[in-house]
């Protein structure tokens, strides 16, 4: 008895892995496009310090005086602080703070023309409270 128990259990659990739904990790060249770059000015709205990645909302004025918000996504925050230890000081999400205004060197822009942009190894985070350029991978 114990062992069909075992049995059904296994087939009941790989028939739930097959019905759920896949969450992986995405290609980054399938969503941003790295020869088309752009540097992004604007104002913290929001910091998502999760893992897979860590993402940055700025709202940006636009040439037209639109504002747009953008989300810029970048590395894991595990790899931001250490990759920054080793580079540039170090830096957590406590330096970005809600309503400073930053700018997103060489950012990835969204391959869909969406208000977003990934981070590259040459994408660089400046904050004018911080004396060097942070990498955001």
């Known amino acids: 008895m114990r062992r069909n ?3 059904l259990a296994a087939v009941f659990g ?3 892995l ?3 739904p896949v969450v992986g990790h ?3 060249d399938v969503q941003f496009d790295s020869n088309k770059t752009r540097d992004i000015t604007g104002v913290i709205t929001k910091v998502d310090w999760i893992n897979p990645h860590a993402y940055l909302h700025v709202n940006v004025v636009e040439e037209d005086g639109k504002v747009v918000n953008f989300k810029i996504e970048m590395g894991p925050p595990y790899a931001i602080m250490r990759n920054n230890n080793e580079c540039c000081g ?3 999400n406590s330096i970005l703070k809600i309503g400073s205004t930053v700018t997103i060197q060489n950012a990835a822009l969204d391959r869909e023309g969406k208000p977003e942009a990934g981070a590259t190894r040459d994408t660089w985070l400046v904050v ?3 004396k060097e350029k942070l990498t955001m991978r």
Request: proline share 6%.
């Open 5 to 7: 128990a075992m049995g």
């Open 26 to 28: 995405h290609s980054f």
């Open 18 to 20: 097959g019905v759920s």
């Open 90 to 92: 170090g830096w957590n």
């Open 14 to 16: 790989l028939v739930l």
């Open 128 to 130: 004018p409270s911080h």
